[in-house]
């Protein structure tokens, strides 16, 4: 079955980095557009940074020369390198896949995806 591990969270000092990863199982990760998603507390779901099926990107503007979104689709694995980390970014990072095969962009919204990694937290603080 469909399955995504979210894994690389974890604590950092302000200015710190980390990579995210997502592994993907039970599909072909390269027919998926994958979005990264954060939820900080008692703040609704956000979505981060997104890579389209053929390797289009996108950021939030507050991320933007800050976190680098990759995939290797041979790795079944999607990444995300976090960079000059804030304490604004803590919260639980997922990612999720589109619905639809080959989708160029996929809106940001929870509705539009399908399937969802379990979460993992960043937490930025010194």
């Known amino acids: 079955q469909v399955q995504l591990v979210d894994s690389g969270g974890g604590l950092v000092q302000p200015g710190g980095s980390l990579r995210l990863s997502c592994t993907a199982s039970?599909?072909?990760?390269?027919?998926?557009?994958m979005t990264w998603f954060r939820q900080a507390p008692g703040k609704e779901r956000e979505g981060v940074s997104q890579?389209?099926?053929?390797?289009?990107?996108y950021y939030r503007d507050s991320v933007k020369g800050r976190f680098i979104i990759s995939r290797d689709n041979m790795k079944s694995t999607v990444y995300l390198q976090m960079n000059s980390l804030k304490p604004e970014d803590t919260a639980v990072y997922y990612c999720?896949?589109?619905?639809?095969?080959?989708?160029?962009?996929?809106?940001?919204?929870?509705?539009?995806?399908?399937?969802w990694g379990q979460g993992t937290q960043v937490t930025v603080s010194s």
């Open positions: 890579i389209s099926w053929n390797g289009v990107e």
């Open positions: 039970g599909f072909s990760l390269n027919d998926y557009t």
């Open positions: 999720a896949r589109g619905m639809y095969v080959r989708s160029p962009y996929v809106p940001w919204n929870s509705q539009s995806y399908n399937y």
